[in-house]
């Protein structure tokens, strides 16, 4: 070979090395585009869920699910047989509700009565003509009537007592007046059950002050909504705060406490764009049921530290580092929180075989075998946990750490891991549960609230949200009609003189007797 043609060779495996590389580096840059596009995919995938798809964390076989857009059965059977087996087919994919028998007597019997008796007008017999006897009445019908609401005007006079005896004698004469009951607030006319509607209608009902104010003017007493605001803010520092103090202290006795916090906003609040709410809720197990609201300046930790002081029990909560570093806490995790991580992980068309799926899986699995614990007693339930929950909830941990991934499931494998040592802790005692619903549904209670207010003006106005929120939610959650424990709070706590508070506490027995 000549030396030009050792050249031309040598060129050629120098470009052929160039090229490669470069091969190479395309390979590993379209290798990468992949998995970015792959994480965009599942992004787009995962917020289109969120806008249109189902928002309960269910599963396509839970035999328990029914489907409503089931093709099963909206489409024709095939035609593989004779008519018994079509009718096989209708009825092994259709289940009828059964019908839940004396259901309407039942919610007949706990309403007021009034009989109608519908007469004949004339009771001579037409063949006769002589007057016809009654031989039975019968219920051929019940109705429920519905009595639109209305305000009254209701005017207490004072009588004055004067003793003529003294009068007559010339000595100073004794004066004795009768004792009126005290208003909640002063220069007002509005009375006890006035101001508990008007609550009840914000934060049961959900119905914000400025539509209150056409509702009012409806039935003919014009209330503004600043008034409604006023009552709801001066009504809960002169009665409400006391309360809802005594009640937090009740909350931390207890040994088992759940929180949760969410967004809220303050107009007033120029230091920041929004304030936080902050739940704190005593267990299912315990003794009291007690939710309490708390405005918070920030979503640090320092706000569950000063509120929970030197308590040393155990505290359900999500994964938020908010509740890191709580000091004398047993910190418990959530297992639903563990769970949707796997069910947002999930791919749009996934299988039973997939990963995140499978996760899903073993997270309800858990739910379902301590759901059958529920009616044990504590220590029962307890030894139950060690010996099945605990070998479930170790194997579920060791299926996580032999996992890679990334993307939406190494995020939930990543979360899981995180919240391990929390999760094995509720095996501590049998009054712990697996997942933090209940500060959850009860933070849902403000959130729906919220849409409809959008924000408190003032930090007064927030601290009155708080405090009345938190005490309609402890009524329902001692079985108390809401309304009828405000009006009852209203109409003795401004009369109140040597009664201690815990005497008007939702599970007081007169309370208990006045308010359901």
Not at 245 to 263: I, P
């Amino acid at each position: 070979m000549s030396i030009k043609s050792e050249k031309q060779f040598e060129v050629i495996i120098e470009k052929l090395d160039q090229l490669l590389e470069e091969n190479k580096q395309l390979k590993t840059l379209i290798a990468q585009k992949d998995d970015e596009l792959s994480l965009q995919k599942e992004q787009i995938e995962f917020l289109t869920q969120k806008l249109y798809g189902p928002k309960k964390e269910t599963l396509k076989d839970d035999p328990n699910q029914g489907n409503l857009f089931n093709e099963r059965l909206f489409s024709e059977p095939e035609q593989t047989g004779d008519q018994s087996d079509e009718e096989e087919v209708i009825v092994t994919t259709v289940s009828r509700r059964k019908k839940r028998k004396g259901l309407k007597d039942k919610q007949l019997s706990s309403l007021p009565t009034v009989d109608h008796i519908h007469e004949i007008e004339s009771c001579t017999c037409p063949t006769c003509k002589e007057a016809m006897k009654e031989i039975s009445t019968q219920l051929i019908r019940q109705e429920v009537k519905f009595i639109p609401a209305r305000v009254e005007n209701h005017r207490h006079f004072q009588k004055t007592y004067a003793c003529a005896n003294c009068e007559k004698s010339g000595t100073r004469t004794p004066f004795a007046k009768s004792e009126i009951p005290r208003l909640p607030l002063n220069n007002t006319a509005a009375s006890a059950s006035l101001i508990a509607e008007t609550m009840y209608q914000k934060f049961e009902q959900k119905v914000p002050a400025y539509r209150q104010e056409a509702y009012w003017n409806l039935l003919g007493y014009p209330i503004p909504r600043h008034t409604i605001a006023n009552w709801h803010i001066k009504t809960s520092q002169y009665y409400f705060e006391a309360l809802v103090a005594v009640m937090r202290q009740e909350l931390l006795n207890q040994k088992v406490l759940h929180a949760d916090e969410t967004t809220f906003k303050v107009l007033n609040d120029k230091d920041r764009q929004k304030s936080y709410m902050w739940l704190f809720s005593t267990g299912k197990y315990s003794e009291r049921a007690i939710h309490i609201y708390k405005l918070g300046p920030s979503r640090s930790g320092s706000v569950p530290r000063d509120f929970l002081e030197e308590y040393t029990g155990y505290l359900h909560s999500d994964g938020f580092s908010g509740y890191n570093n709580l000091p004398g806490m047993t910190m418990i995790a959530c297992l639903a929180h563990i769970r949707r991580k796997f069910y947002d992980a999930r791919p749009k068309n996934y299988s039973s075989k997939s990963v995140a799926h499978k996760g899903v899986t073993l997270c309800n699995e858990l739910f379902a075998l301590d759901k059958s614990l529920k009616d044990l007693s504590v220590s029962e339930r307890y030894d139950q946990r060690l010996e099945l929950v605990k070998p479930k909830l170790e194997a579920f941990f060791d299926w996580c750490e032999s996992l890679t991934a990334h993307g939406k499931l190494g995020t939930a494998i990543n979360y899981a891991l995180n919240q391990k040592e929390r999760m094995m802790n509720v095996l501590k005692d049998g009054r712990l549960v697996l997942s933090n619903n209940l500060a959850e549904r009860g933070i849902k209670s403000l959130v729906m609230g919220r849409k409809n207010w959008l924000f408190s003006k003032s930090f007064e106005g927030a601290h009155a949200v708080a405090t009345i929120l938190s005490l309609v939610e402890t009524a329902k959650s001692n079985g108390l009609h809401p309304r009828k424990y405000l009006d009852y709070l209203l109409t003795y706590l401004p009369n109140r003189q040597n009664t201690p508070l815990e005497a008007y506490l939702p599970w007081n027995p007169k309370v208990q007797m006045e308010c359901r």
